[in-house]
């Protein structure tokens, strides 16, 4: 089997979980016996352009010919069985499916993002959920909020490509979703369900995950969207030392809120930007990794990580993350609804969970959405805490995520085994390389037209 990986990669001063994914994904394919052609370009390549490649950078999000012609060649030269697709911005351009097609070679793309409809592709904006340009022809929302790059000039141009590529982008032959969220994402844009297979990332298998530490790491960019604010709110609502140690690791424009905290209170310890061996000893000093995304972050590999060291997870009921934990409802929240909905997932009466998911009595044990007892539910929790097999889910508010903060460290020990568990039958890189290699041969070699 012969496969084109197209990616235009992010800059290296802009750590991407992206492109390490598709790093790791080209190893596996290829130590899976798969011949793979990588047709990989870098935003780091535009300083170093000739004056002629810099004047049509701004019509390369639409079409890059240079692009389409290397693409061209290398189809008719290797004849692939398929083009997979990751990031097409700005050098590569989605008219490589077009490409792809007029070679009679059928694509699949990987969506790690809102990018079909939001210009900055995280349906967020100014500390809340924003899916103002869904639906409309023109993402004129976008242009007036300077969305991509904080440039109302980028931002149209963008808003602008998302118009041109709508029916290029309903042609791929297949869709990667990475959790079910993004497949209704998918759908709510008009991909049939026959074209769209749920496969995550997976991340490489560190081994036998050593004996639970104590308390909560947290790593991410440090950045709104991703939820330490929130965090950190949750966790002073708990006299100092009551819950262990609060672990943060990250950089981002939030890192002063951060080491403010670390200053006032000795339960709260910043560990600053963490090479692999510093992730790793993060991960196994704690007993409860934290992922309080404010967005529907689509599928935040710390999480896998964090399974894969058998460590529970306690995450906000959006995008991604209730599919990862185990905790997932298809619908509410999808990734996709309104704002209003998705960022105040609470109601009236306490946080709402997902429907169908498990939920909590107040006075008793904990039962399933059904009413029927959840075997080894043990302890009794508040109402709005998501338990799922690897972990609990819960709304993106200070009150939930502080009435959680107890109940995920006292319950750790019980669902240490489920979350390794659950990352050897579903986000193990044999398990995903696998499914990946079954999406290929799947395919047929009749694309679908523009």
Known sequence: MRIVVAHNRYREAQPSG????????????????????PFIRSSDEIPSMSKAAKALLPISPIWAPRAQQDLSRLLTEHRPDALHLHNPYPLISPWVVRTAHR???PVVQTVHNYRQVCSSGIYFRDGVICQDCKGRALGVPAIKHRCYRDS???SALM??????????????????ALTTAIADHLRDYGIPDDRIVVKPNAVPDPGRPAPLGDGFLYMARLSPEKGVDLLLDAWRRHPVGTLGTLRIAGDGELRPLVEAA????QDVVYLGQLDRAGVRAAVEASAVVIAASMWHDVLPTVIIEAMA????VLGTA????????????PHEPAGTGPAEVASAVAGADGPAMPAGGPVVSAGGPVVSAGGSVVPGGGSVMPVGIGLGEAGWVV???PAALAAALPVARAGAPALAGPARARYERTFHPDVVTKQLIDVYAGMAHTPNPV
């Open 309 to 312: 060291s058998g460590r529970p």
């Open 395 to 397: 709304a993106p508010e």
């Open 159 to 176: 808003a602008t490509t998302l118009a041109v590529h709508r029916g290029t982008w309903r042609s791929v032959d297949r869709y990667i």
């Open 152 to 154: 109302a000039a980028q």
């Open 318 to 329: 959006l995008g991604g993350i209730p599919y990862l934990v185990g905790a997932d409802a």
């Open 262 to 265: 670390a200053a006032e209170r």
């Open 18 to 37: 992206e492109n390490t994914i598709v790093d790791s994904e080209i190893a596996q394919l290829t130590a899976a016996g798969v011949e793979v052609l």
């Open 103 to 105: 070679h009679g070679v």
